[in-house]
C-alpha cells in the first residue's frame, strides 16, 4: 500500500486543508477481513495548525458494498448513541488504492483483551462491561439499520432462520461444499425449536480484540463488517464458539453466563446457534482456501493465518461431533493435512 497515493487523494478531498502532510503510515493488520494501517494527518486552517489520528482500513477489491456497509452500520450506531469510531469517508472506487476501504478515528488505548491480559487485571470489571456492550447492542432498535422494516415480518417468528437456512444452501451449491450438507440438514429438521424472540442488530464478531478502550477507559467496538439484522444469538453464539476455539470450555461459560446475568433470563436454544456458527466458520475456511478468500469478503492474506490457525478449526469440528454426532470424514482428512 503506497501512502503518496492516499496522501494524494485526501489532498483531493480535502482542499481546504492548506499544506496537508501524512506522518507515522504503518501496517498494523492482525486479522482474516481486512488490512489495517494506521497514520497522522496534520494541516493549517484558519484557526492554525490541526491533526488528526487516523485508521484506515481497506477491503478486498470488487466489495466496495461491504465497505459501504460497514460505513453505513457505524454512522447509524454514532447516530444513536451506540460507541464506535467516527467515520470520516468511504471511497467505494477501486481504482485510487486498488481496493475499496474507509478512514475513520484511530482510538488511542488498548484493546479489551489487552487490559484483561494484564497481571493486576480487574477482569470482573472488564467481563461486566463486555457483557454490557453486548446486551446494549442487541437492545438497540434494529429499524435503525434497516430502510423498510416490514422486511422481517413479525408475524412470522421463523423468518429469519429460514432465510439464514436458504441463505447457507446457496452458498453451499454455488461454492460446491455439498460435504457440509449434514450440518445444514441437522439444523433444518430442528427450525421448530428455535423461534425469534428478538429481533437485534447484531455484530458479527464480538471479542474482546474489537473492543478498544481509550485513555479514559471510555469503550469502542470496531469491526463492523459482518454486522446484520437477525436473532441477537446468532451474534451470541459466534461470540461463545470464537472463545471455546481459541481460549476454553470455562471463558465460553463465562461469557454466557455474563450475557445471562444482565438480560435477567436464560439464553434458550444456544447449542443449536452454536453449530449454526460452526457450519459458518468451516464454511469460510473450505472456501477461503479452496477458492480464495476474496470469495469470501477476505484479503489475500487470509489463507496463511488460517493455516496457521488450523488448530481452532480442530477444536470446531469436535465441537459439532460433540452437538450433533456427524462426521464429515472430507473435512476430517482436511483438518489432518494441516494441523
Not at 162 to 191: C, G, H, M, Q
Request: net charge negative.
Amino acid at each position: 500500500m503506497e501512502s503518496s497515493s492516499l496522501l494524494t487523494y485526501l489532498k483531493n478531498h480535502f482542499p481546504n486543508r492548506n499544506s496537508l502532510q501524512m506522518f507515522d503510515f504503518k501496517d498494523i493488520t492482525s486479522g482474516w477481513e481486512t488490512q489495517i494501517f494506521s497514520f497522522n494527518l496534520e494541516w493549517f486552517s484558519d484557526n492554525g495548525k490541526e491533526s488528526d489520528e487516523l485508521i484506515l482500513r481497506v477491503y478486498a477489491p470488487g466489495i466496495s458494498e461491504k465497505a459501504e456497509r460497514e460505513a453505513f452500520v457505524m454512522k447509524k450506531l454514532s447516530e444513536i448513541g451506540y460507541p464506535v469510531p467516527k467515520i470520516h469517508l468511504l471511497e467505494k472506487d477501486d481504482s485510487i488504492l486498488g481496493h475499496p476501504f474507509i478512514i475513520m478515528n484511530r482510538i488511542s488505548g488498548s484493546t479489551l483483551e489487552e487490559l484483561n491480559s494484564k497481571p493486576n487485571a480487574d477482569r470482573k470489571k472488564w467481563a461486566n462491561l463486555f457483557s454490557r456492550l453486548f446486551v446494549d447492542l442487541h437492545n438497540l432498535d434494529w429499524t435503525y439499520l434497516v430502510s423498510n422494516p416490514l422486511i422481517i415480518p413479525q408475524d412470522d417468528p421463523y423468518f429469519i432462520i429460514n432465510a439464514t437456512l436458504v441463505d447457507y444452501k446457496d452458498t453451499l451449491d454455488r461454492f460446491r461444499k455439498s460435504e457440509l450438507n449434514p450440518i445444514l440438514e441437522w439444523l433444518k429438521a430442528r427450525v421448530d425449536r428455535v423461534p425469534c424472540q428478538k429481533v437485534s442488530i447484531t455484530h458479527g464478531d464480538f471479542h474482546p480484540m474489537n473492543i478498544l478502550i481509550d485513555e479514559d477507559e471510555n469503550p469502542f467496538v470496531i469491526d463492523w463488517g459482518a454486522s446484520r439484522v437477525s436473532d441477537f444469538r446468532t451474534d451470541l453464539a459466534w461470540t461463545l464458539l470464537l472463545t471455546r476455539a481459541y481460549s476454553t470450555q470455562k471463558n465460553r461459560d463465562s461469557i454466557l453466563n455474563g450475557y445471562q446475568s444482565i438480560t435477567g433470563h436464560e439464553i434458550e436454544e444456544i447449542d443449536y446457534f452454536e453449530v449454526l456458527a460452526i457450519l459458518r466458520r468451516l464454511l469460510d475456511v473450505l472456501i477461503s482456501m479452496g477458492n480464495g478468500p476474496i470469495s469470501r469478503g477476505l484479503r489475500k492474506g487470509a489463507v496463511p493465518l488460517m493455516k496457521e490457525q488450523m488448530g481452532h478449526i480442530e477444536v470446531v469440528y469436535n465441537l459439532l461431533h460433540e452437538l450433533t454426532d456427524i462426521r464429515i470424514p472430507k473435512v476430517e482428512d482436511w483438518i489432518d493435512r494441516f494441523t
